[in-house]
């Protein structure tokens, strides 16, 4: 049997805030809390259906006194599934995000960001729907 990866821990200044601005951006809700962390998913981990298979990690928030000193060695990248990512971008910076330079370059595919707290994050590809081609033939038009 190997290890299951089950969280992904952020040291943070205020786990309540930074929590509260994931789980707008991912959908996730609470599934726990204490006095100095907050757990975050997008469901319920039980021991059983942690052994059963790979589940979505959970996001742990965690105070710790110091700050963020360097950039990130690791950091999450989302995807948008409902809007372009530039209007994604647009919604995370009006939920406290701020556009980051780690020396990306111009032109990249993807847009580095900061959470509140100055974690880097990279906002992907959008993976919406896209709307098809009138001129396309579909799978009616095929001979």
Not at 52 to 58: E, F, S
């Amino acid at each position: 049997m190997t290890s299951r990866f089950t969280e992904l821990t952020v040291d943070c200044h205020d786990p309540e805030g930074l929590a509260a601005f994931w789980c707008e951006v991912l959908g996730f809700t609470v599934i726990d809390r204490s006095a100095d962390q907050v757990e975050i998913g997008s469901w319920v981990p039980t021991v059983e259906d942690v052994r059963a298979r790979q589940m979505p990690p959970t996001l742990v928030f965690i105070r710790v006194p110091e700050g963020k000193s360097a950039k990130n060695r690791l950091h999450l990248d989302v995807s948008p599934i409902d809007r372009s990512t530039e209007d994604e971008v647009t919604r995370l910076l009006g939920l406290g995000a701020t556009k980051a330079d780690v020396g990306q370059g111009p032109g990249r595919s993807w847009v580095v960001m900061a959470d509140p707290e100055g974690n880097e994050f990279d906002v992907l590809r959008t993976l919406a729907p896209q709307p098809r081609d009138a001129s396309a033939p579909g799978p009616a038009d095929a001979p």
